[in-house]
């Protein structure tokens, strides 16, 4: 298994040297076609403008979207939770553009400055059930964004506890209002939707490895459940066809059909298992 790190900029060599440890080959992706060589993704923390810049120069956003679109796992972390989301707000003057795909809402730099970064243990039971280990994970928030509201088929993972009088805003207008106008408790950190992961903070920058463990563990998973759709079964029955015309269909079936019987009305090929079986009249 191969895990690309995007490494325009930001926490790739973090990122790369955590899954070391977990004996995963990670590599550098600068380019579109590298992302062909990969089986996931990992887009790094960093300044989300800055890599948005470099990205759009390398011309990579095309590529990063049609990744996502397949169905490959992908896990942003900080500025790559941005990137993932499908509406920001909080953006600098003229905005940045996004890969997309998770269906939330972010705001930039929802915790503030440099200076206001910061480390928090937070509450992660899901992760704590998959991968075992404490109840909760040290954070490590560095200008961090932070999801204000997701869909209906995103899976909220970890929450962090907030002044009331935060920053919010309104979803109805996606505009920031005005200070102490929702008094909310918690802004959600971490979201799975499908194949994308993304957390507002920074596991690479731990020696908690348990983040990058789940996420292979779900590359692992996504992976099997297309190799069992890929190899689901077929049979293709053809009547009074030429072997010109069998050469075809093996070719359509590409390659994942033999021939188990042939007669003077039918031709049949079959692929997989007896119980996967479905027909195709031609």
Not at 9 to 24: C, D, K, M, T, Y
Not at 122 to 142: C, D, M, N, Q, Y
Not at 200 to 209: G, V
Request: hydrophobic fraction near 40%; glycine fraction near 8%.
């Amino acid at each position: 298994m191969t895990v690309g790190v995007l490494a325009l900029q930001g926490s790739f060599n973090e990122h790369i040297a955590a899954l070391r440890r977990l004996g995963v080959q990670g590599i550098e992706i600068r380019k579109a076609e590298q992302l062909l060589t990969v089986s996931s993704l990992i887009i790094p923390g960093g300044e989300s403008t800055t890599m948005a810049k470099l990205a759009e120069y390398h011309n990579l956003f095309p590529a990063l979207r049609e990744f996502v679109k397949t169905g490959k796992p992908v896990w942003g972390t900080c500025a790559g939770l941005i990137f993932l989301a499908d509406r920001a707000v909080g953006q600098k003057e003229g905005g940045q553009e996004l890969v997309g795909g998770l269906d939330c809402t972010v705001h930039r730099n929802f915790f503030g400055s440099q200076i206001q970064s910061f480390e928090a243990d937070i509450s992660v039971p899901l992760l704590t059930s998959k991968e075992g280990g404490a109840e909760t994970f040290r954070g490590v928030f560095i200008r961090a964004p932070a999801v204000l509201d997701v869909g209906p088929g995103v899976e909220v993972l970890a929450h962090y506890p907030v002044p009331s009088n935060k920053v919010l805003y309104s979803s109805s207008t996606v505009q920031i209002q005005e200070e102490d106008a929702l008094p909310e408790t918690k802004v959600i950190v971490a979201v799975k939707q499908r194949n994308l992961l993304a957390t507002a903070f920074h596991p690479e920058l731990t020696a908690d490895t348990r983040w990058h463990s789940y996420f292979m563990k779900m590359t692992k998973e996504m992976e099997q459940g297309a190799s069992s759709s890929s190899s689901s079964s077929t049979i293709v029955s053809v009547e009074e066809t030429s072997v010109e015309k069998c050469q075809i269909l093996l070719m359509v079936l590409e390659g994942k059909c033999k021939l188990v019987c042939i007669s003077s009305t039918q031709e049949s090929f079959k692929t997989g298992t007896e119980e996967q079986n479905k027909t195709l009249i031609v």
